[in-house]
Structure formats: C-alpha cells, structure tokens
C-alpha cells in the first residue's frame, strides 16, 4: 500500500490563528489532493497538486493555500483560521487510477 | 452539470441479509467508477473500481457492483452483510478528459441490526 501519513491527527486552535496541516507521501506519486469532509456533504476538495511547486485550486477554497515545496510533502494552510473550518482534512494522492487516502486530521477552531 | 448521486442518506440491513447500496451519475465523458469505504474515524479505503471492460466488478470485502450505462448508475451489491461492514460507503466518478479528478457522492450510511 502505498504510505501517506496526515499530522497533526487532532488540533485545537482559536480563530484567527493560522494552521498548517502536512500530508507525507513516501512514494513519489505526482497528484495530491487536499479534502474536508463535513456532514451531509460528502468530500469536497480543497486544493490539488500535479506536482512540486504546481497546484491549482478545488471547490472549496477560499481561506485556504498550499505549497508542494518537495515531491513528498503537501501542506495545507489555513491563513486565519474560522469557525467554518472545522472540519476533518484528508490528504489522499492518486495511485492507479484511484486514490489512496490518509486517516485524516480533526481541526476544531474555536 | 458533472455531479455522483446516492439516494439513501442512510440505510438499515439485519446481519445477514443482502444489501444494495444506489449511485447514479451525470458525467459527459467516458466515467471511471469508484466506490469507497469509510469506518467511523478512519479514512477513506477503495472497495473497487470500474474502468472498461466486464460491467460487473468484484472487490474486497465480498463487494460487487455493477456499470449500468443506459441508467447512469454503479449500485454496490453484497449478498449477506456482517455486523463489520457497519460504515459509511461513497461512490465517486472520474474520467480520463477531467484529468482524473473524482466528483464525490454525498455518501450512505450503513447500519446492521443484529
């Protein structure tokens, strides 16, 4: 399987605050997706890249940014973090043909 | 508009009977079929995929589903659930011409009675 790791699993932050959340991928595939999954909706994606420094915006994003610095690494950053972004984060890359997903991170801003 | 519809925001199945969960699509070109798996406070784990070819598909966990184009649908099929299959399950679609990216149903949660 291939090996995709989220962290933080849980943060609690206050609003305003900014938060980064890293996916790490250890082999190399070239498409990463971020995702908030919310109750009633389903997955809907945040940002994805195609490759180091290439990304490109999702649905949903307003509020957020990205960065792929390095083939492994995808962050995912809230600027001032809102109520409204309360939600559970997954990181998921693309294998063949599918996507393999992390075990996802719980943000709660309050 | 592209868009993936399960119908049954939630469903109940006693432990041991059969189980059919609905998926219908709206995707203009030629779609990729997923259908996934979710326990509670995990991620999300691939049951299978249809690309091409056989229109039933075989996947984990004694899961099936079957491509029907005239009616737009990929309605995942077990013949006799267990308690372990309790979870939420998703159908998503993708095509080649989208560059691959997955349109998401909204998701159906399976409960078991014992």
């Known amino acids: 399987d291939a090996g995709i790791t989220q962290s933080p699993r849980h943060k609690v932050t206050e609003t305003g605050t900014p938060v980064t959340l890293r996916c790490h991928q250890t082999?190399?595939?070239?498409?990463m997706y971020w995702y908030r999954q919310d109750p009633g909706h389903g997955l809907r994606l945040i940002h994805y890249?195609?490759?180091?420094?290439?990304?490109d915006k999702g649905e949903v994003s307003d509020g957020y940014s990205v960065s792929r610095s390095k083939t492994e690494d995808f962050l995912l950053t809230l600027e001032s973090a809102t109520s409204s972004q309360t939600s559970v984060y997954f990181c998921?890359?693309?294998?063949?043909?599918?996507?393999?997903f992390g075990s996802g991170t719980r943000l709660t801003v309050v | 508009a592209q868009s993936v519809t399960q119908p049954d925001i939630h469903i109940t199945v006693s432990e041991g009977a059969s189980l059919e969960l609905r998926c219908n699509y709206s995707?203009?070109?030629?779609?990729?079929l997923f259908w996934y798996v979710q326990s509670p406070g995990q991620g999300l784990q691939l049951l299978l995929k249809?690309?091409?070819?056989d229109t039933l598909v075989q996947g984990i966990k004694g899961f099936e589903a079957e491509f029907k184009r005239s009616q737009s649908s990929f309605n995942l099929r077990k013949p006799s659930v267990h308690w372990s299959d309790a979870a939420e399950y998703f159908c998503?679609?993708?095509?080649?011409?989208?560059?691959?990216?997955?349109?998401w149903g909204a998701g159906t949660k399976l409960i078991i009675k014992p």
């Open positions: 998921a890359i693309r294998t063949g043909g599918g996507y393999t």
């Open positions: 995707y203009g070109a030629t779609p990729y």
């Open positions: 249809y690309f091409s070819g």
């Open positions: 082999e190399n595939h070239r498409y």
């Open positions: 890249s195609y490759g180091v420094k290439d990304t």
């Open positions: 998503a679609v993708g095509a080649q011409e989208s560059n691959y990216q997955l349109i």
